[in-house]
């Protein structure tokens, strides 16, 4: 049987039927027999099936026939899967992995689009998965890829990496179309934490944004900011290369830019004198830089990695200090 | 000296018997009914592996390779059979070659060679010999005990016996029970050439049947030890051949022993460790048959196709040939322009004094079975099942396959062999056994290191006679401080130590490790006196030092921050 055919007669499971699962479980019916998403929220389960549409996501998004949607993990995995894509918040990853482990069968491909790592323990999402569930080949996919965009199908491209190519193979052939690329990376490591480290950028580039700075100041937050990515990944084992691709710098551009990220809306409103837990609350979804930031500034100072701009979300994230002073700190700082 | 007393705790496990204990029939015992399909089972497979390239540079290689080999090869009395039949193959294969392919068939050049390597590897076992070994090695250890005892004036009739000496500890009854539901791979670390001896020994005292193992092809150069060695079931590898006719033959040799349901043993490190460390690289070519066995077993619906691979770990006071190794290592690692060869000998007469030596003094060996794994290196447990992340028993079957089928896969199955590779690397260094010379040797490396703290290695290790030693009390300070720290560590399960070190009595353990060090070394590893202790050797305190690499515990571990885990941050192979 070809790649193709194999994946044609595929089932496919979603776990998270959140903004970006709905468009992944759009693309992947594509190019599968039978597609489930799996939703925390009994309610919209039931709405999904309905109505063919996720309405509190993407109201003008027709979903394919063949995508369905459950509640119930049992009849979810009835029957097995051939490949699960992996699309919740990190928040919540370690606690799904551990119910989701005993539906496994161990030969699903798992492909995880989470962009973000274990509070604390600072662990990637693969690492997560690999150490919760009974499966190995695990990947992830990553890239410039805000939702909404995915939505209306304008067209777009995203990285894939795994140590196993048949995980990779088995990403393009499900989700790859004519408005879709998918290039395969060989840095795991790279890729998830260029995927996690780009949301701490993009709330400081909101924050810069609601003092309503111009190009270059936005310029010089992506390129300092892309060398603090760099510096940090490659303490954690990732390759420099990487940062440049679609995972890295892509994704990067993408997110500070648009006002449709939700780490962006998360410091634009913080710029402008909300406070941070009313700002989460108006959000309704996670943002997982101000988790990331905090994560990554604690370790950033146990191991001296210098991460000015980093230090400077913190602080604003977690100290309430005032933007304006956030950025008299960072540009006074000696230039190297 | 340390009395002659048998500590009830530093015993064996025990379901070890020290006695004369019936030969268990395995699957070796009827190899000499099947080799000769084996071996051309071999030779088909690797032909059929090899032919779809050009067979004319894949021939060309490896012609080109053998000849700088044995050029550079001039052999010795024993070997030099050996090499005239190798030259005579190679000229076959010129002659050949230079001809057109319409006139000599490639394919059949190609057959020849294969079926040459695969003749040279294959073994004859012969469970006569097996029989008689097994007889003559304990009888042997026990003369030798008795004998070497005499001199230290033990009361007449009290003889000593190997229990004292031998202590195997860790997974036995795991490794015993496995070994009826599945085929062992077992993978020792590899410190001396007596390794092999050894670990025949050990699996005949466990009641375990023969194993299969790959000896380096230099140990066969003795026709006397070559005789047992091939007869005891192993094979051959050898390491000079570099070409890939011969490593695919040596590859799907192994692969068919295992997928017969013959237990086997390699070396993963490759040779001997020469820094002294225990192995913090594997090497995945051989290792990566266990998991082209197990995909073969799977498929062939066999009822227990089951491949357990079991890591072991010995741990030695003393290492006959520790001075050639480390040099070896050093002149290699420093790029010194002069390479020193490490083809040493092992000759009867030689290891007959190593015995001679272990036994008369009081140095013992503790061997640790480790947790068996499947061969993705997960834990297997009692029953054969493997155990997935949160204790929950995965099916091997399902990690191997792929869209929707049990196969081979050449990109996974890589993969996978890294990953078991990684693990094994991780159990040698939790299984090891920290004896008290390996401390006593890094406690005073280290704070002698302290003092030419600006020193590289290299000026360190030439530092003058009088500058290598340290007054005794400062050694004593560091050493319990290490002590401490080995402790922390064994109780969070990154390591063992020995009995001996079990003991807040400092002095006391010092003592046992001093007594122990290098023992029987020309020049002293360590020496006390006046209130100073100094070394007479700098490189063998080196190398039993690094016993103790990638625990994080050393110098340089300190400056670089929270840098512990284990083994990986040695890519220099000096400190941490």
């Not at chain 1, 597609?35 to 003008?60: G, K, M, Q």
């Not at chain 2, 092992?346 to 004094?353: E, K, V």
Request: proline share 4%.
């Amino acid at each position: 049987m070809t790649l193709k055919d194999f994946w044609h007669n595929s089932k496919i499971g979603v776990m998270g039927g959140g903004s970006w699962g709905t468009v992944l479980a759009n693309l992947a019916s594509q190019n599968s027999r039978e597609v489930r998403v799996w939703l925390r929220d009994e309610e919209s389960v039931r709405l999904i099936n309905s109505t063919r549409v996720h309405s509190a996501f993407h109201p003008h998004l027709q979903l394919n026939e063949r995508v369905h949607a459950y509640h119930s993990l049992e009849r979810f995995f009835d029957g097995g899967l051939q490949a699960v894509l992996w699309a919740l918040p990190s928040s919540v990853c370690r606690e799904q992995a551990q119910r989701v482990a005993p539906f496994l069968q161990g030969d699903e491909i798992i492909l995880h689009a989470t962009k973000g790592i274990e509070a604390g323990s600072l662990k990637r999402i693969s690492e997560i998965l690999t150490e919760e569930l009974p499966c190995r080949r695990i990947g992830v996919l990553s890239g410039p890829n805000l939702a909404n965009e995915m939505a209306r199908g304008e067209p777009a491209a995203a990285a894939i990496a795994s140590v196993f190519n048949e995980v990779c193979d088995a990403g393009q052939a499900l989700l790859a179309g004519e408005r879709f690329r998918i290039y395969r990376e060989a840095d795991v490591v790279g890729v998830e934490w260029a995927g996690a480290l780009k949301n701490i950028f993009a709330i400081a580039s909101g924050a810069l944004d609601a003092m309503k700075l111009g190009w270059n100041s936005r310029a010089m937050l992506m390129t300092r900011g892309l060398a603090e990515m760099v510096r940090f990944g490659k303490v954690m084992g990732a390759q420099e290369a990487t940062f440049l691709g679609l995972a890295g710098v892509g994704d990067l551009f993408a997110t500070c830019s648009s006002p449709l990220s939700r780490n962006y809306r998360v410091g634009f409103q913080l710029a402008q004198g909300e406070k941070l837990d009313q700002v989460l609350a108006e959000l309704g979804s996670t943002a997982e830089g101000v988790k990331t930031a905090q994560s990554v500034y604690e370790y950033a100072v146990a191991r001296k990695i210098d991460m000015p701009i980093t230090e400077g979300v913190y602080r604003l994230l977690t100290e309430k200090v005032p933007v304006l002073e956030v950025l008299h700190h960072l540009m006074s700082r000696p230039a190297g | 000296m340390c009395p002659n007393i048998i500590n009830e705790k530093t015993g064996s496990h025990p379901s070890i018997r020290f006695e004369q204990i019936p030969i268990i029939p395995g699957p070796l015992s009827r190899f000499e009914r099947i080799r000769s399909k084996l071996l051309e089972d071999v030779v088909t497979r690797t032909q059929n592996e090899l032919s779809h390239g050009s067979l004319d540079i894949l021939l060309g290689e490896a012609l080109y390779t053998e000849r700088l080999r044995l050029k550079r090869d001039h052999g010795n009395i024993f070997t030099r059979s050996r090499l005239k039949n190798d030259r005579a193959l190679w000229g076959q294969v010129h002659g050949g070659l230079v001809k057109p392919a319409a006139e000599v068939d490639r394919h059949l050049l190609l057959q020849q060679v294969i079926r040459y390597y695969a003749n040279e590897i294959g073994s004859h076992f012969d469970s006569r010999v097996y029989r008689f070994a097994t007889r003559a090695v304990p009888w042997g250890f026990s003369w030798l005990l008795n004998a070497a005892s005499v001199k230290r004036f033990l009361p007449w009739g009290m003889s000593e016996s190997l229990e004292s000496r031998l202590h195997i500890v860790g997974e036995v009854p795991a490794l015993q029970s496995l070994a009826k539901k599945g085929t062992i791979l077992l993978v020792p670390t590899h410190q001396s050439n007596i390794d092999s001896v050894l670990i025949g020994y050990i699996i005949y005292l466990m009641s375990l049947p023969p194993f299969a193992y790959g000896a380096g092809l230099n140990l066969f150069s003795n026709p006397i030890l070559s005789f047992f060695m091939s007869r005891l079931g192993s094979y051959t590898v050898d390491r000079q051949k570099t070409n890939s006719i011969y490593k695919h033959t040596l590859k799907n040799y192994s692969t068919r022993i295992l997928s017969e349901g013959i237990h086997s043993i390699f070396f993963p490190g490759g040779g001997r460790s020469r820094s002294g460390a225990i192995e913090s690289k594997v090497k995945l070519g051989l290792l990566g048959t266990a998991l082209e066995a197990q995909i073969e077993g799977l498929r062939s619906g066999n009822p227990s196709p089951r491949v357990f691979v079991v890591p072991m770990v010995s741990s030695y006071h003393f290492v006959l040939e520790a001075s050639s190794l480390i040099e070896g290592y050093l002149a290699d690692s420093g790029k010194h322009r002069f390479i020193h060869t490490d083809d040493d000998f092992w000759q009867p007469a030689q290891m007959l004094g190593f015995f001679w030596k272990l036994f008369s003094s009081q140095c013992g060996v503790t061997v640790r079975i480790g947790k068996p794994l499947d061969v993705f290196g997960n834990f297997v447990n009692e029953d054969g099942e493997s155990i997935g992340p949160n204790g929950t028993i995965i099916q091997p079957s399902k990690w191997l396959t792929t869209r929707g089928e049990i196969r081979c896969e050449p990109q996974r199955d890589v993969e996978y062999t890294r990953e078991l590779g990684a693990r094994l690397v991780d159990r040698f260094h939790k299984d090891n056994t920290v004896l008290t010379s390996h401390l006593v040797a890094f406690a005073f490396f280290e704070t002698l290191r302290k003092k030419y703290i600006d020193f590289d290695l290299f000026r360190f290790l030439r530092l003058s006679l009088p500058q290598r030693s340290i007054p005794y009390s400062d050694f004593l300070e560091a050493a319990e401080i290490y002590h401490k720290k080995l402790l922390n560590q064994a109780a969070r399960g990154a390591l063992f130590v020995a009995d001996e070190l079990q003991t807040g009595n400092t002095e006391a353990w010092v003592k046992d490790g001093l007594s122990q060090l290098g023992l029987l070394h020309d020049a002293a590893v360590v020496k006390v006196h006046d209130g100073v202790i100094w070394t007479e050797d700098m490189n063998l305190l080196y190398y039993y030092r690094n016993r103790l690499t990638g625990y994080g515990l050393s110098l340089l571990a300190e400056w670089e921050g929270n840098q512990t885990i284990l083994g990986k941050n040695d890519s220099q192979g000096f400190l941490a």
